[in-house]
């Protein structure tokens, strides 16, 4: 039997606000009415979901992040502490645009780790297991399995799933320590080989 989720005495969880089992929301969150968290997930301390947000099953959240609405995070993501996503590419205090109509989505996908002090400009994907060096800005989509690092954020390698550096032959093929292969293809995107 699962275990429901825990809530730290000091965290905000609006009514309506959907949490699945085994996640854990630490001291000062706070989660808004229209957000969705999935199973196993950890949220530390100070994150702040706001309405709209999806956050998938075990991904791990560290401090001082804030996920605005238009942010989607798929299973396994890593959000390393106080990076930032944007919702907004021209905000203005005078002309506000803070509606959801002038959100722009940005989607996380399986896997992903973000870098701690990195950003992340609303409307990129990040790919399948792409990682984010700390202090990144990324300003464009990443590729699966790409590693990127820089203002602005360019790719710098190359990772398997578990987090080794792929180093490819001349055939574009490369195998990790524990003998999963992967493949780059003539446009540079790699992909694991079944």
Same mark, same amino acid.
């Given at each position: ?29 706070? $989660?808004?009415?229209? !957000?969705? *968290?999935?199973?196993?997930?950890? /949220?530390?301390?100070?994150?702040? #979901? @706001?309405? &709209? ?60 780790? $973000?870098?701690?002090? !990195?950003? *992340?400009?609303?409307?990129?994907? /990040?790919?399948?297991?792409?990682? #984010? @060096?700390? &202090? ?59």
């Amino acid at each position: 039997m699962e275990k429901p989720a825990y809530t730290h005495p000091t965290a905000v969880v609006d009514e309506g606000a959907q949490l699945g089992e085994g996640t854990k929301v630490w001291h000062f969150c706070h $989660i808004y009415p229209k !957000a969705v *968290i999935g199973r196993h997930s950890i /949220l530390g301390q100070n994150v702040m #979901v @706001a309405n &709209g947000v999806t956050i998938g099953d075990y991904c791990k959240i560290q401090n001082n992040v804030s996920l605005y609405e238009g942010v989607i995070l798929e299973d396994y993501v890593f959000c390393g502490p106080s990076m930032v996503f944007t919702n907004v590419t021209t905000p203005r205090c005078l002309f506000p645009r803070n509606t959801s109509e002038d959100y722009k989505e940005t989607r996380v996908k399986r896997g992903a780790s $973000i870098g701690a002090n !990195a950003t *992340i400009v609303c409307g990129v994907t /990040l790919h399948e297991c792409a990682f #984010v @060096a700390a &202090g990144a800005v990324v300003t464009k989509d990443v590729p699966p399995y790409a590693m990127v690092a820089g203002v602005p954020a360019r790719i710098i390698g190359h990772m398997c799933e578990r987090g080794e550096r792929l180093a490819f032959d001349r055939h574009g093929e490369a195998t990790t320590s524990y003998g999963q292969k992967y493949r780059k293809d003539p446009r540079g995107l790699v992909s694991k080989v079944d």
